[in-house]
């Protein structure tokens, strides 16, 4: 009985080398894998995508936790997945284009073992400070740290996360010298720039937008390349630094080899749930602006966003703790 329970494998297989077979996906549960616990801005996303997935599609929709090594566990479980595509990574700046230069060892290749399926959202960072640090603009920051080199200090969730390389593209940018602090966590860099053990830090709206109405931090610019609609009197970064844009983004993977009719249909169904306006209006409400692309368009963009990140890391020689 093996060898035909071989063929039918290979026959189900090959039914997805077929344009017919996007008109049979999905066959069964499709699973959003992400590398971060719950309550997260990316869960959120996800959690937000999955029900009307769902619907479209008529199969359900599993936003699938997978913490562990900044994204490493969930994109390898997606990569070692079969290209069907019942398992998608939704994954951010850092999983994405960023370990692969950072990281040594990763158990999968980037380009051989996974596809781009879309892009879904940006996130601009704003940029804190405790309102006991004298700056109250990026101005007067960039004049302080010029003023006094290596005395002005950021903080960050980890060594070579994105808000980490926006502390260091504004050194490299604005000409000055301040000192990165890693922590193990948004959370406990966010307590110490509340208590003032740390004077700024580049994180989400989400994160630190209640802390700035309630007075207990400042928010000296938004880092995207337009000022945010609903801040509009916290000016962009670039009107002070030109040229500086951080905007941590969430995309979507799927294993290498996943039928183009398969993509295609997920690409469009999950393009058109962003496109419902109550889904809109809650996404940017948190602080997420709704990017979907094509395929084409997330390879291309994932290829400039990791060269753009691989020419920091360099310039700033940031090493693995």
């Known amino acids: 009985m093996r060898p035909l329970i071989k063929l039918a494998a290979w026959l189900a297989l090959a039914c997805c080398a077929l344009p017919a077979c996007a008109q049979t996906f999905p066959t069964r549960q499709i699973r959003i894998v992400i590398g971060f616990p719950p309550g ?131 050194n490299l940018q604005a000409g000055v010298k301040t000192v990165h602090i890693p922590y193990k966590g948004s959370a406990p860099c966010l307590n110490d720039l509340l208590g003032g053990q740390v004077q700024f830090d580049f994180d989400s709206v989400a994160i630190g937008l209640q802390h700035v109405k309630s007075g207990r931090l400042r928010a000296l610019a938004s880092t995207g390349a337009k000022r945010l609609s609903f801040l509009p009197e916290v000016p962009a970064a670039n009107e002070t630094v030109p040229g500086f844009e ?59 966003e990791a060269a753009k990140w691989a020419r920091v890391i360099k310039s700033a020689n940031v090493k693995p703790e």
Request: proline share 10%; with cysteine; aromatic share 6%.
């Open 40 to 170: 997260g801005g990316i869960d959120s996303v996800a959690r937000l995508i999955a029900p009307k997935l769902s619907e479209a599609l008529g199969q359900p929709v599993l936003v699938d936790n997978k913490p562990g090594a900044n994204g490493v566990l969930g994109t390898d479980i997606v990569a070692k997945s079969a290209p069907d595509g019942h398992t998608i990574f939704l994954g951010t700046t850092g999983n994405i284009s960023i370990n692969p230069i950072f990281m040594a060892n990763l158990p999968f290749n980037m380009e051989r073992d996974l596809a781009p399926l879309m892009q879904v959202a940006s996130v601009p960072f704003l940029l804190y400070t405790n309102p006991g640090f004298p700056p109250k603009t990026l101005a007067e920051l960039v004049a302080y740290a010029k003023a006094n080199p290596g005395k002005a200090n950021f903080c960050s969730s980890s060594t070579g996360g994105l808000p980490h390389l926006a502390g260091e593209l504004l």
């Open 246 to 304: 951080v905007v941590n983004w969430y995309g979507m993977l799927v294993p290498a080899g996943t039928p183009r009719d398969v993509v295609l249909r997920l690409q469009r169904e999950i393009a058109k749930v962003m496109e419902i306006p109550d889904i809109r209006e809650k996404l940017v409400a948190q602080g997420t602006d709704p990017a979907p692309t094509t395929p084409e368009e997330f390879g291309a963009f994932m290829k400039s």
